[in-house]
T-cell receptor, first 109, second 114 residues
């Protein structure tokens, strides 16, 4: 099992709140990713990072932001959550293959 | 347009039976193809990864095939178990960028009944 962790696993929050989804990996991978996945749909890349201080936007436009201050840590932040942000957010890192975290199920009321 | 199409969208089989899931892709240039298993509410877990030169790869009861000429792959599950109930996702990587861009299929939702 891959050593990549996400917290919280589930989050229900009101509109307008600021939230941070945590992602950590202990494999020393330089490349890390954030995906958004709606039920029954494919994963969409929203952010990625090649290493410390490197962040890029992915294919799907997202109002979230990310930071990469440490190799093992890649948090995602929403400054003002909206119901349209309700989704599952998956973090991943890659060496020879891509390993996924368990995901955070976000519900914005 | 680079795409990954999976079929069927959903499948129900009885425990102990075999099944085959299909993946067709148009991704070019091709680097590798991966099959992932995603349990409900969890992140995907890698089952197999195949490069251009590999035709088949097994992982226990899972056997993946790849035909790079026709751009088709299949995942065969033998002697299915209740724990095989999950979404199976086909992911194709290109060689067009340093990132090794990944293209995801929508998955096949497999349900195994006792």
């Amino acid at each position: 099992e891959a050593d990549i962790y996400q917290t919280p696993r589930y989050l229900v929050i009101g509109t307008g709140k600021k939230i941070t989804l945590e992602c950590s990996q202990t494999m020393g991978h330089d490349k890390m990713y954030w995906y958004q996945q709606d039920p029954g749909m494919e994963l969409h890349l929203i952010h990625y990072s090649y290493g410390v201080n490197s962040t890029e936007k992915g294919d799907l436009s997202s109002e979230s932001t990310v930071s990469r201050i440490r190799t093992e840590h890649f948090p995602l932040t929403l400054e003002s959550a909206r119901p349209s942000h309700t989704s599952q957010y998956l973090c991943a890192s890659s060496g020879d293959t891509q390993y996924f975290g368990p995901g955070t199920r976000l519900t914005v009321l | 347009k680079n795409q990954v199409e999976q079929s069927p969208q959903s499948l129900i089989i009885l425990e102990g039976k075999n099944c085959t899931l299909q993946c067709n892709y148009t991704v070019s240039p091709f680097s590798n193809l991966r099959w992932y298993k995603q349990d409900t509410g969890r992140g995907p877990v890698s089952l197999t990864i195949m490069t251009f030169s590999e035709n088949t790869k097994s992982n226990g009861r899972y056997t993946a095939t790849l035909d790079a000429d026709t751009k088709q792959s299949s995942l065969h599950i033998t002697a299915s178990q209740l724990s095989d109930s999950a979404s199976y996702i086909c992911v194709v990587s290109d060689r067009g960028s340093t990132l090794g861009r990944l293209y995801f299929g929508r998955g096949t939702q497999l349900t195994v009944w006792p």
